[in-house]
């Protein structure tokens, strides 16, 4: 339970902390994905936004961490992940941001061999943003997950 909380809450809310201060400092162009976050999340039901970021968060940490990261190791599947976030490649604030969540729930894994502790992490992530964006707190093109 403890790996739970400190491995997977805690670094969950450490993320969102560090992206909230940049959104709030940096301009809105830096975080601007082309609305894809938008489209998919600002009028989805709240049970839907759960859903989408449960089965977003459960699926890419089996694939990343379970499978890329145990065959392959950490540095191939932190990479692997920031790259499947391919439209991120032109933003650098993005792209900078989805290597660091890759690199850092990727390093949870290595502490903790759990998948739960990544799962909860990543999950944080998605659901807070996502419902960020779905109770209109972000503009219509300053829309971006690092899921």
Known sequence: MNDWIWFGVLPGFIVLLIDFILMNTLPKQYYDDGGINNKVFKNRSIPGIIGVTLLVAVSEEMLFRGVLHTEYGYWAASLLFALLHFRYLSKIVLLISVLFV???????????GSLTVTITAHFIIDVVLAMWIRLGNRGESNDSIPS
């Open 102 to 112: 890759s690199f850092f729930i990727g390093y949870m894994f290595e502490l903790t």
